[in-house]
């Protein structure tokens, strides 16, 4: 018997939550740069950003030593 998709999570749309920050005017300039090379706002460059390196690392001690995650605690 053939399984049917009766709902499709994936098309939910996911409530979002504000953050603000202070960065320092280099890093400022380069997200300026990213997005505009991307064709993205400097917001949606930030909250991609951010979000991929969430899913890619479980922790963060410093700037460059940040513990990825392993396959058993990866988010999708």
């Known amino acids: ?4 998709i009766i709902f499709n999570f994936q098309n939910l749309k996911i409530p979002k ?14 997200l300026f740069m990213s997005a505009h090379h991307s064709g ?3 917001k949606k460059e930030a909250e991609m ?7 890619r690392f479980s922790s963060i001690e410093s700037v460059g030593n940040a513990t990825e995650r ?3 605690n990866h988010l999708e």
């Open 1 to 4: 018997m053939e399984k049917k």
């Open 40 to 42: 993205r706002s400097r």
């Open 49 to 55: 950003r951010l979000e991929d390196h969430i899913r």
């Open 70 to 72: 392993d396959e058993s």
């Open 17 to 30: 939550k504000t953050v603000t920050c202070d960065i320092p005017q280099q890093i400022e300039e380069v």
